[in-house]
């Protein structure tokens, strides 16, 4: 099924808003990211040439049923253009192209969830090259599974479908063309992406 919309929240980890310099909000700070940008269980993650420093955010992604609960989880990418989005910030313009370009949400295969409890304190982890780059509980969030959900239902037109994309621990930090990069959801889910960069188009000789 096509994703529609994907609502993903920032600053939901303490220790990641605190590296990104970021004040933390009582309301959950929600962008989109185009649900066209999401690919499903692929292998490869190409990026378009003109991104330079896309940063990895390893997120769990939540998907809602058709009566809008949270059905299935998954293990995804929040990536992030980090120098459009800086400027951006410093414009205080949207964060569409830092955010929504192609590819820019990888997300695995899915797990069932029965049970919101189920998924209140999973390890979240990403290695790039077999480092550790990052690592996280969903038990510190700041805003949890079911509080974000109630919130964007609130306010938004949300969809059979939809993703929710619940923040990222620290460790952000550049993908650059053949690295390897391993996701974790402990005990539910593993994925790994190669990362590659589309060729720039032709110039036109004429
Ligand atoms: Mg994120």
């Known amino acids: 099924m096509m994703i529609r919309n994907i609502w993903a929240i920032g600053r939901n980890y303490a220790d990641h808003a605190k590296e990104m310099g970021a004040t933390i909000s009582e309301r959950p700070m929600i962008f ?28 769990l992604a939540l998907k809602l049923s058709p009566h809008l609960h949270i059905i299935e989880g998954a293990v995804a990418l929040d990536l992030t253009e980090r120098n459009l989005q800086s400027e951006a910030k410093k414009q205080g313009t949207p964060w569409t192209l830092a955010k929504s370009f192609h590819n820019a949400c990888a997300v695995s295969a ?39 959900l109630s919130y964007v239902k609130e306010h938004f037109p949300v969809c059979p479908g939809d993703l929710l994309l619940t923040g990222t621990p620290s460790g952000v930090g550049p993908l650059r063309a053949g690295d390897r990069v391993k996701a974790e959801i402990e005990g539910q889910i593993s994925h790994t992406w190669t990362i590659q960069v589309e060729a720039p188009p032709a110039t036109e000789n004429t």
């Not at 990403?126 to 969030?141: A, F, I, K, P, Y």
């Open 32 to 59: 989109l990211k185009a649900g066209s940008s999401a690919s499903v269980n692929s292998t490869e993650i190409i990026l378009p040439y003109w991104t330079q420093e896309v940063h990895h955010e390893v997120e």
């Open 110 to 148: 899915f797990f069932m969830i029965r049970k919101l409890e189920e998924i209140q304190d999973l390890r979240l982890r990403l290695w790039v090259n077999d480092e550790l780059r990052q690592e996280g509980r969903t038990s510190q969030m700041i805003h949890s599974p079911a509080k974000m």
